[in-house]
């Protein structure tokens, strides 16, 4: 129940397209789920999160969509650029409960490589 | 920009030796944490720390980690007798109490751990 599902496990995208990341939840009790970028030998930075009580969020390029119902949530890249290939690591965190503050489960992670 | 500051950047060590990882948080921050990332795969959780003690741990912190935070700066993760297996690299994260960073875990950019 503590997993988080992540796909796809790598990603070819060329320039200019629309990179698409997915992820799926179990526990109801999450409700924080940001998308950090880790470049090689770097330690993952946070690039983007959202809370369940909005179903979208966007900064600049990036949008996460949120389906509670369903537990599941996405990255979009738009326009994607050379300089965004990195690996992606979609997390969760039950932030307002007891116990669990900040203890993020990561998801596998993503590969993605944007071709000029 | 504020960052967290993780020593050795890389450290060779012989099967049933002793390691200890440093990490200097973010000044202000309040709570502390060490994941481990085995090459190619997912950030797993270790352990959290607030207010000088653990807070969680997750099922990979067994009696041969110990965390402390001997000065009001550093934050260590130890193993008490290394296996092959602890080949990792071990990710230091750090969180403000106070909004409006208060979700977000600033991640160190690791400790290579290799096992002999």
């Known amino acids: 129940q503590q997993q988080v599902k992540q796909s796809p496990q790598s990603l070819i995208v060329q320039k200019g397209g629309i990179s698409i990341i997915n992820c799926a939840y179990e526990n109801t009790a999450f409700d924080y789920f940001p998308w950090y970028q880790q470049f090689p030998g770097k330690g993952p930075a946070l690039l983007i999160a959202?809370?369940?009580?909005?179903s979208e969020k966007k900064e600049g390029r990036f949008t996460i969509s949120f389906n509670k119902s369903a537990k599941q949530f996405s990255l979009h890249i738009m326009d994607s650029q050379p300089g965004d290939s990195a690996t992606y690591f979609c997390a969760a965190s039950s932030m307002n409960y007891g116990g669990s503050q900040g203890n993020l489960i990561f998801g596998k992670g993503t590969k993605l490589s944007v071709k000029p | 920009e504020p960052e967290v500051t993780q020593t050795p950047s890389h450290q060779v060590t012989q099967m049933g030796q002793e390691v200890i990882l440093r990490c200097v948080p973010i000044?202000?921050?309040?709570?502390f944490y060490w994941y481990r990332q085995i090459l190619g795969q997912k950030v797993e959780f270790l352990v959290s720390?607030?207010?000088?003690?653990?807070?969680?741990k997750s099922e990979i912190f067994d009696d041969q980690f110990s965390v402390e935070r001997p000065d009001g700066s550093n934050f260590t993760l130890k193993i008490r007798s290394t296996k092959l297996e602890d080949s990792a690299m071990y990710f230091c994260?750090?969180?403000?109490?106070?909004?409006?960073?208060?979700?977000?875990?600033?991640f160190g950019a690791g400790s290579r751990l290799t096992v002999l």
């Open positions: 000044s202000n921050h309040l709570y």
């Open positions: 720390f607030y207010n000088n003690e653990i807070s969680e």
């Open positions: 994260a750090s969180r403000s109490l106070f909004r409006p960073g208060a979700n977000v875990l600033t």
């Open positions: 959202i809370r369940p009580d909005v």
